[in-house]
Structures are given as structure tokens and as C-alpha cells.
């Protein structure tokens, strides 16, 4: 049985970091994608950040270059996301996901099989 569980959200002023984390297991996604998605309340769930392929490319959304950063635990095949400098539109449910489909992309959200729970992160002003 495939398990991801996503840690580490919390509340925090603007200007703070968070760090989540994302625990995988019954599942090598080593090889594969594994990512990071969030969703904001009336918003559709947008890519964040991914790692994958056997080159472990990292990816990330455009407009959260340089303040996310995306890394891999794999001794104990975890996943994390640091985010700094963080605003109140960082505020949302943050999901992890891996196993992407043949032909998927990092970002998009229905080419994963496996997803967390998810973990709520909110930026207070």
C-alpha cells in the first residue's frame, strides 16, 4: 500500500520559512516524479516544485523561484519543501505526489497516482 504523509505545516508571519516534509512509503519513487502541489481556498491546485527522473531534475513554478527549494532524503525516502520568505498568498493546503504517469508533467495535478493528505500552511500579514 502506497502511503505519503506530509509534515511540517504551521502558521507563520510574513518574512518566515517553513519546512515540510513528505514521507513515502510502498512506493520507489526514485526514478520517478515526486512532487510538491498546493491549493488555496477557490483556487485549483497548482504545481509547486518537482523532483524526477533518474537525473532528479527539479522543477518549479515560475513565481517561486529562488524563495522554494525542493530536496530529497532518500536513506529515508523523505521529501522536503523549504519555502522563505513567505507572503499570505502562500497560504493554502500543500499536497506531496508522486507516481506520475507516462506522459504526465510535474505540474499537473491529475498525472499522479499517489497523493498525501496534505498539510495547511498559513501566512498571517
Known amino acids: 500500500q502506497v502511503q505519503l504523509v506530509e509534515s511540517g505545516g504551521g502558521s507563520v508571519q510574513a518574512g518566515g520559512a517553513l519546512r515540510l516534509s513528505c514521507a513515502v512509503s510502498?512506493?520507489?519513487?526514485?526514478?520517478?516524479?515526486i512532487g510538491w502541489f498546493r491549493q488555496a481556498p477557490g483556487k485549483e491546485r497548482e504545481g509547486v516544485a518537482a523532483?524526477?527522473?533518474?537525473?532528479?531534475?527539479?522543477y518549479y513554478a515560475d513565481s517561486l523561484k529562488g524563495r522554494f527549494s525542493i530536496s530529497e532524503d532518500n536513506a529515508k525516502n523523505t521529501v522536503h519543501l523549504q519555502m522563505n520568505s513567505m507572503n499570505p498568498e502562500d497560504t493554502a493546503m500543500y499536497y506531496c505526489?508522486?507516481?506520475?504517469?507516462?506522459?504526465?508533467?510535474?505540474?499537473?495535478?491529475?498525472?499522479?497516482?499517489?497523493w498525501g493528505q496534505g498539510t495547511q500552511v498559513t501566512v498571517s500579514s
Open positions: 505526489a508522486t507516481g506520475l504517469r507516462f506522459g504526465g508533467w510535474w505540474s499537473v495535478d491529475k498525472d499522479f497516482n499517489y
Open positions: 510502498g512506493y520507489n519513487y526514485q526514478g520517478n516524479c
Open positions: 523532483i524526477c527522473g533518474f537525473g532528479r531534475t527539479t
